[in-house]
């Protein structure tokens, strides 16, 4: 069902790296699971499910009946610091050895998802 999203059953830290980019999970634990988007920084972060009434949660807020086959997507458009165009990267860093453009601060795309 996944394709190319990674599994997950628990906490996970990852990162934003450029403007636009989603992230995807497929969520393989437990029926009825909670799940929480964590983040600080200049971005604006939600995080969607991909449940029948696409539930989209802002960071800090929870949603208490993930179940095993969801897909979760972490994405941000937004980018609340003046003058910044992205979370690490103005622009895909792809496979580059090093970053180029990412001016911004290397912690500002690190968001958690916590799920109990």
């Keep these: 069902m996944s394709g190319n999203c990674p599994s997950i059953t628990n906490d996970v830290q990852e990162a934003l790296l450029y403007l636009g980019e989603t992230d995807c999970f497929e969520y ?3 029926a009825g699971a909670s799940i929480r988007l964590e983040y600080a920084g200049p971005l ?3 995080l969607k499910l991909a449940i029948a009434n696409g539930i989209t949660l802002e960071p800090g807020e929870t949603y208490s009946n993930l179940n095993p086959g969801t897909l979760i997507f972490v994405y941000d458009y937004v980018n609340r610091q003046v003058g910044a165009e992205a979370g690490f990267c103005q622009e ?3 496979d580059q050895a090093t970053l180029t453009g990412c001016n911004d601060g290397l912690n ?3 968001y958690w998802i916590r799920i109990n």
């Design 108 to 110: 500002t795309g690190e």
């Design 28 to 30: 393989t634990g437990s």
């Design 92 to 94: 895909d860093p792809g």
């Design 44 to 46: 604006h972060p939600k």
